[in-house]
């Protein structure tokens, strides 16, 4: 990074520090009326709850017909989550047939880059792809931060039109990609198995690859406070591929833009905690490291029991997960004894939200995901007496 480069991001963070302290002094302020059902938020700060929450990764998406149809309706992917109604709809699809406890936000993790002028599109049976993906240093140094409030706009008016939809049945979980994330995708052009782009950038041009992690992060920043702002409850940051990467270049790259991320972010709002939830896929021994962030949670993925995440983190924050998502292929006598096993490697006491350890996929059969929800209700209360 030149020093002119370093000064303009550091009068980004600046400009966003002192936003969220006017926003900080205008807290408490406009508190909503209480959820009908706020266990997740309870769980995610640890509180006592008489059982555990449950919510699934992707729980809107193509294992569902009906959302598939509203997908057909809008007539592709960007298109429905373009649509406030539309994306409203599809986000309470799930909640209508299973008894869950958080509604997420439908949207995705890369409408950051699309709105920083990458060109986003989907073409079908492929993942998402760039129409001009980031390679040399000065296209990172021209790259722009946006105004989210213009270019995002429509995700926060489909926050408020769900929200509204809710009516204080249950929260509502905005989110957002991690840069490094993120930056995958931008650097890479699309999804990509061996991360050979970003990784040799990160090589070769370490200076470049922070540069862009600090811009994601700085709209992240003001994206996920925009959600907030309108209507959001709690708050995930998915870090799908910070795993990829050795440990050293995990803290560097990864861990410190989400870092930026949490320090940034509004903790409070309508009078209550806005908790936040980090989640690394494949974090492992690194959920220390991401424990002392700040966070309030962490997300788990399958490959690490709760009760050693549990060790790693020595009860500092809430955890999220770990059933392994390919469970849901197996008999409903199997899915049950997952959940138990699950359950019962979280053990006794606060602090456990049950999710899948990572997206649900497209080839589930949705009575499934109702076995999951169903056994969740029934085996946990025994953990919180
Ligand atoms: O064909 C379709 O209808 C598109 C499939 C789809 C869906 C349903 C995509 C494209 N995105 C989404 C929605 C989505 N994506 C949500 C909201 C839905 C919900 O949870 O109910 C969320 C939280 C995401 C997050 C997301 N998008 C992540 C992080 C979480 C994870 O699963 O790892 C990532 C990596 C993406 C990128 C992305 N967008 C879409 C796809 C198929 C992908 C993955 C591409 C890849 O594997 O590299």
Redesign the pocket.
């Known amino acids: 990074m030149t020093e002119s480069d370093e000064n303009i991001v550091d009068r980004i963070v600046d400009r966003i520090s002192d936003r969220v302290s006017d926003r900080k002094g205008q807290e408490g302020q406009g508190a909503a009326k209480a959820l009908d059902n706020d266990l997740l938020l309870r769980a995610l700060m640890r509180e006592p709850v008489p059982r555990t929450p449950v919510w699934i990764?992707?729980?809107?998406?193509?294992y569902l017909p009906e959302y598939r149809a509203t997908?057909a309706e809008a007539g592709d992917?960007m298109s429905l989550c373009k649509n406030p109604e539309l994306a409203c709809e599809v986000t309470m699809q799930p909640l209508r047939r299973y008894a869950l406890d958080a509604a997420?936000l439908?949207?995705?993790?890369?409408t950051v880059p699309d709105a920083m002028g990458l060109g986003l599109y989907?073409e079908t049976g492929e993942?998402?792809k760039f129409e001009r993906p980031l390679r040399t240093a000065a296209e990172i140094r021209n790259l722009p931060i946006p105004d989210v409030s213009g270019s995002l706009g429509y995700v926060f008016d489909a926050v408020r039109t769900i929200r509204r939809e809710l009516d204080g049945r249950l929260p509502l979980i905005g989110?957002a990609?991690s840069p490094w994330?993120v930056g995958t995708y931008m650097v890479e052009g699309g999804?990509s198995r061996e991360l050979g782009t970003i990784k040799a950038l990160a090589k070769d041009d370490p200076a470049s690859l922070s540069a862009l992690m600090d811009k994601v992060a700085a709209t992240t920043i003001e994206y996920l406070n925009a959600q907030v702002e309108s209507g959001a409850q709690a708050l995930m940051v998915?870090d799908?591929w910070g795993a990829a990467l050795a440990p050293d270049d995990y803290r560097r790259f990864s861990l410190a833009s989400m870092q930026k991320i949490v320090d940034g972010l509004i903790r409070e709002r309508e009078g209550r905690a806005v908790p936040v939830i980090l989640f690394t896929?494949g974090a492992g021994p690194l959920l220390t490291d991401m424990a002392a962030t700040g966070c309030d949670a962490l997300g788990v993925d399958w490959t690490t029991d709760l009760s050693r995440a549990r060790a790693y983190t020595g009860d500092r924050v809430a955890l999220q997960g770990n059933l392994d998502p390919a469970t849901l292929r197996e008999s409903p006598e199997t899915i049950r004894e997952g959940v138990a096993r699950v359950l019962e490697s979280y053990g006794d006491g606060p602090g456990h939200v049950f999710n899948l350890g990572?997206?649900i996929t497209p080839d589930i059969d949705p009575d499934h995901v109702g076995v999951l929800v169903d056994a969740v209700h029934e085996m946990s209360p025994r953990y919180h007496r």
């Open positions: 990764m992707r729980q809107a998406g193509r997908r992917f997420i439908f949207s995705d993790i890369l989907f993942g998402p989110f990609g994330t999804s998915f799908t896929k990572h997206g």
